[in-house]
């Protein structure tokens, strides 16, 4: 059963082409999270790693299917030594690496992703391929890693009896990393920094959403959160944050 503090309300409806039931995670996707990398993000180690600057990328990335690596062939060819502090690196040892049992990720040199460039390194520190997709005015979605632009959102299927299925879309949680997950010093959806946005997340998050889910599930989404947003429980941590005593609130 879940604590009172980890209470979500959802939204729920039928794919208008049938044959599917979407489940979104509508405190989350109403709430104020963004991506806080570079102002403020702890990282993912069991201590604060704030001035490493790693965000995620700590511990390379996995991909989905072998389709989700061709990408990342195709867009790292497209890097420079200019926009990718690794690429000699890479040139060498390739940047493809993998776990002790086998699995496909990208390789980590340094403590970090291969593709993650060092604060210090003048073409720009974060993902190589971020930047690089920026230069070239394109979706860094379209360059990177399935996981790395999906995370925090997790998408989850299940089948019932009939065949029937139903897709979760909510946040990542710490145990969607597996049992380290739980050891990490600092995790974004769970850490009231992160909720700092300008916007609902459901919105910030629109391209990275309408790609999983399409355009047209996305745009029942975003009628289903409008019409319900006056009665959707707050986020757990939004609700769980207390103003400190003798502040005055104040407009930016």
Not at 103 to 109: D, S
Not at 204 to 219: C, D, F, R, S
Request: proline content about 5%.
């Amino acid at each position: 059963m879940s604590k009172a503090s980890e209470v979500h309300d959802w939204v729920s409806f039928e794919d208008p082409e049938g044959g599917r039931m979407w489940m979104f995670d509508a405190s989350y996707l109403l709430s104020n999270w963004k991506c806080i990398y570079g102002e403020g993000c702890k990282g993912v180690h069991e201590e604060d790693t704030t001035d490493l600057m790693q965000g995620c990328c700590s511990f390379g990335a996995h991909f989905m299917d072998k389709d989700d690596e061709k990408t990342v062939v195709r867009s790292s060819r497209r890097l420079t030594s200019k926009n990718w502090q690794y690429k000699a690196r890479a040139a060498k040892l390739g940047w493809l690496g993998q776990e002790r049992d086998g699995t496909p990720k990208t390789r980590v040199v340094d403590g970090a992703c291969i593709f993650l460039n060092r604060p210090g390194f003048e073409g720009g520190v974060g993902c190589a391929l971020h930047i690089g997709a920026m230069e070239a005015g394109e979706r860094p979605m379209d360059w990177k890693p399935d996981v790395c632009w999906q995370v925090p959102v997790r998408l989850q299927e299940t089948n019932d009896e009939d065949g029937h299925i139903v897709t979760f879309v909510r946040e990542w949680k710490r145990r969607d990393w597996g049992d380290g997950g739980h050891e990490f010093h600092w995790w974004c959806t769970a850490s009231p920094e992160a909720f700092v946005g300008r916007e609902p997340t459901y919105k910030y998050l629109k391209n990275e959403l309408t790609e999983l889910v399409g355009p047209k599930v996305y745009a029942l989404l975003v009628k289903e959160l409008e019409k319900r947003t006056p009665t959707v429980a707050g986020h757990p941590v939004t609700l769980s944050r207390k103003p400190k005593s003798g502040t005055t609130k104040t407009s930016r």
